[in-house]
């Protein structure tokens, strides 16, 4: 009777592993919101029917974006959210501190531009009650900071990188640039004046390892070569990825567009690889002929991929509500073995002793 007991237990997970939870194509509700001791204005996205549906919290790439991280003829997190409601999963999104309460403060790091929000929205979706998994997805920066938020929140179930790395911002801005030289030379182009102020990161980076950390004056001169206050430059140069990621062992998607001129996928995707490739709870899609922001690459150097009317790759939208979605399937097959095993009344009559 053992055994029947097991093969009830393994039928369950089979039976929740294979139907799905959510079907497809929901409609929704959507309502106004307040997140956090500045009340940034936001929206919530609730799909209809569904019950305890997952929650997807939306992190800003740099920039002061609004609650819809609109950009030009894009709208990317609009997309996300509404395409994401069609798979019965919920979403939070809302504006950065400094786009509804400007200036950008000389006091600002990357803790009060983003972290520090980002846990209010974690707070508001728990407070809310009514959801699942609570999952972030961050795209640019977003995804460079999730895993940073996610180590100090055992709430979150999972993180989406939406063209994230973990590499140092340092390091990226340098590849950026050398990229689109790269790419410039190729094509015969002059190299676009946005880029030449590069040379003196390109100076700072040459410093000897030996040298480091980085003086004040340093700081100071990246700030003015890239127009940030000198604690937002120290505080991204502060975080590790890599020190971090072992601590963080929840589920992880890795999306990159390979035309990407932002984040390169030669050194970031890959650089994500290098660190999550050994684990079984990481996945790793790699879209060919889209951009930084998922959409179809129209720009050989990629400076108007934002001006043309474009939207997330419908693709890119069903492979994170899949994943969530497969977690959550997971999760409720786990409870209800779980609550099997934990209740004498609903197992096998000579289990019980």
């Not at 609109?70 to 994401?84: E, N």
């Not at 996928?265 to 999550?276: M, P, R």
């Amino acid at each position: 009777m053992k055994k029947t007991f097991i093969f009830i237990c393994l039928a369950v997970l089979i039976i929740f592993a294979q139907q799905p939870v959510f079907a497809a194509n929901h409609s929704h509700s959507e309502y106004s919101i307040a997140i956090g001791s500045y009340e940034l204005y936001g929206r919530l996205v609730v799909p209809s029917g569904v019950g305890n549906p997952p929650v997807a919290i939306l992190i800003h790439g740099s920039g002061q974006g609004n609650y819809n991280s609109a950009f030009g003829g894009m709208a990317l997190f609009y997309d996300i959210a509404h395409g994401l409601a069609e798979h019965g999963i919920a979403s939070i999104r809302f504006n950065k501190r400094y786009r509804q309460h400007p200036p950008l403060s000389l006091e600002a790091t990357i803790f009060t531009e983003t972290i520090y929000d980002v846990h209010y929205a974690i707070d508001f979706a728990l407070d809310h009650g009514g959801f699942g998994e609570i999952f972030l997805v961050g795209f640019s920066q977003g995804g460079i900071v999730a895993p940073h938020i996610a180590y100090s929140r055992s709430e979150v179930e999972g993180i989406v990188s939406l063209a994230g790395s973990p590499r140092g911002f340092f390091d990226i801005v340098s590849s950026q640039s050398d990229h689109l030289r790269y790419r410039a030379a190729e094509l015969g182009t002059p190299i676009p004046s946005f880029v030449q102020p590069e040379w003196l990161l390109r100076q700072v980076m040459s410093v000897d390892a030996a040298a480091m950390p980085f003086t004040y004056d340093t700081f100071n001169n990246i700030a003015a070569t890239l127009g940030f206050p000198i604690p937002f430059m120290h505080s991204l140069y502060s975080l590790s990825t890599p020190a971090i990621i072992g601590y963080v062992q929840i589920p992880f998607l890795i999306l990159q567009g390979e035309e990407d001129l932002q984040i390169i996928a030669a050194y970031d995707y890959a650089a994500w690889q290098d660190l999550l490739g050994h684990r079984d709870n990481a996945t790793f899609i790699l879209y060919p002929g889209l951009n930084h922001f998922f959409a179809p690459h129209v720009d050989a150097l990629g400076f108007n991929q934002t001006r043309a009317r474009a939207n997330v790759d419908v693709q890119v939208i069903d492979d994170m509500a899949d994943w969530m979605n497969e977690i959550a399937r997971r999760n409720l097959a786990i409870f209800h073995i779980n609550r099997i095993m934990n209740n004498p009344m609903l197992r096998p009559e000579s289990t019980i002793n």
